[in-house]
């Protein structure tokens, strides 16, 4: 039995386990329980819980680990990128609705990213998705960070986004005819990146399950 002071209780806040040094004991501490299991259907989008009832830790755990062929990530948005949301609001004079199909592109662009990490080699094999990526790659000038904030940037340059994106289906033979975007064609801009991004996504053929856990909306 150990003395009170070399106890180790482990950290206050799940985030912490993300760190290398702290994955092992948060494995071995963690409860696998039919939570978990509930956690992972189809049909479950929201993790709903008081503060300090275990939340992030769910998504750390899957994050930390293959859990049953379930690849998962775990993003935060801060009041910066709410700030963000709230700029593009007033400078593009957008509508309530038109919030969905800005987070359905920060969202694709950000599970896309997760899917070239984890599944290695797919690009070459999958055309659509492999062009998608060549222009967010040049987008990004390959320094793409995979946070909400860099991909708020897609979002409000989606003049330049949609063109890359048009230019490298162009010069594969994905699409016949040169399109021209606007600036203040802002929300069509946008519904053209979203349909890419789903054309390239429900194009791939996966063994492995990907979820992206997104930390921190009730802000």
């Known amino acids: 039995m150990l003395p009170i002071p070399e106890l180790n209780f482990g950290f206050s806040d799940a985030e912490n386990y993300r760190r290398r040094e702290n994955k092992a004991l948060f494995n071995s501490i963690f409860l696998r329980d039919d939570s978990l299991e509930r956690l992972l259907g189809n049909n479950i989008f929201f993790l709903i819980g008081e503060k300090g009832t275990g939340k992030t830790a769910y998504a750390i755990y899957l994050s930390n680990n293959n859990y049953k062929n379930n690849f998962a990530n775990i993003r935060y948005i801060r009041e910066t990128e709410y700030q963000k949301f709230v700029s593009l609001k007033h400078d593009k004079h957008l509508a309530l609705s038109d919030y969905a199909n800005i987070w359905k592109v920060i969202i694709y662009l950000l599970i896309a990213q997760q899917i070239r990490q984890r599944e290695k080699g ?24 995979p946070e909400i904030s860099y991909a708020i940037n897609l979002v409000e340059d989606s003049k330049r986004a949609a063109e890359l994106i048009a230019q490298f289906a162009r010069v594969s033979g994905e699409q016949s005819s040169q399109i021209s975007f606007v600036e203040t064609h802002f929300q069509i801009n946008l519904l053209f990146i979203q349909k890419k991004f789903e054309e390239a996504l429900r194009s791939l053929k996966l063994s492995n399950n990907h979820i992206l856990f997104i930390d921190g909306i009730d802000i």
Do not use: E, G, H
């Open 122 to 145: 797919i690009i070459a094999r999958f055309v659509n998705f492999s062009n998608l990526q060549k222009a967010i790659d040049k987008y990004y000038a390959n320094a793409f960070s």
